[in-house]
């Protein structure tokens, strides 16, 4: 079946240490990718993309995501993590024919501790 | 410029009561998406407008959930019958281009009680 996974539910990371939260997707061609973030009580803001080139790809914030076609993957790292950072985050995928919708991860909740 | 705007921002409604949300997306976005979220859990979708197509409604959950769209411009999520499982934020996104980078409201905060 055609799936969203976000392995980790929640993850907690020290203000200043590095971070990846992991994403993989089972679609058979390759598809549009996206992370987004949630702040609590806000919409969902647009991190980063992913269409095609180079398969890694710079965001707002600080934040990269890079594409692995051989594992399914579209992995959301930054290296220094600041307490701002403290939200949801989902990954989505628009598989890019038959169907007009993203789909979505189930979001990974990111706690940032002095 | 404007973003994608969405009112009320919150809605406590009875049960068996209906609700009409709307979502004002971004001037010149032909794409147009409803989804909703559940405490804890990722977005479902819902429904998609695109210009003067027919609508995606494939995410509907039931006859209860309708919704319209006027031109490439404002959008109405209808609830009818309202439940206690409808409780939920829901979110509009409207895009440029289909399966482009979606822009999201801010979402209403439905509860039913």
């Known amino acids: 079946a055609q799936s969203v996974t976000q392995p980790d539910i929640h993850i907690t990371v020290s203000e200043g240490a590095s971070l990846e939260l992991r994403c993989n997707y089972s679609?058979?061609?390759?598809?549009?990718l996206f992370w987004y973030v949630q702040s609590p009580g806000q919409g969902l803001q647009l991190l980063l993309k992913y269409f095609s080139g180079d398969t890694l790809v710079q965001g707002i914030k600080g934040f990269e995501a890079e594409f692995k076609r051989s594992q399914s993957s579209f992995n959301l790292r930054k290296p220094s993590v600041h307490w701002s950072d403290a939200a949801e985050y989902f990954c989505?995928?628009?598989?890019?024919?038959?169907?007009?919708?993203?789909?979505f991860g189930t979001g990974t909740r990111l706690t940032v501790i002095p | 410029g404007a973003g994608v705007s969405q009112s009320p921002s919150n809605k406590v409604t009875e049960k068996g009561k209906d609700v009409e949300l709307r979502c004002d997306p971004i001037?010149?976005?032909?794409?147009l998406y409803w989804y909703r979220q559940r405490l804890g859990q990722g977005l479902e979708f819902l429904i998609y407008?695109?210009?003067?197509?027919?609508?995606?409604k494939s995410g509907l959950p039931s006859d209860r959930f309708s919704a319209e769209r006027t031109g490439e411009s404002v959008s109405t999520l209808t609830i009818q019958r309202t439940q206690q499982e409808d409780s939920a934020v829901y979110l509009c996104?409207?895009?440029?281009?289909?399966?482009?980078?979606?822009?999201f409201g801010p979402g209403t905060r439905l509860t039913v009680t």
């Open positions: 679609y058979g061609a390759t598809p549009y």
């Open positions: 989505a995928v628009a598989p890019g024919t038959g169907a007009n919708n993203l789909f």
């Open positions: 407008f695109q210009g003067n197509s027919a609508p995606d």
């Open positions: 996104a409207s895009s440029l281009i289909p399966n482009y980078e979606q822009y």
């Open positions: 001037s010149g976005h032909t794409a």
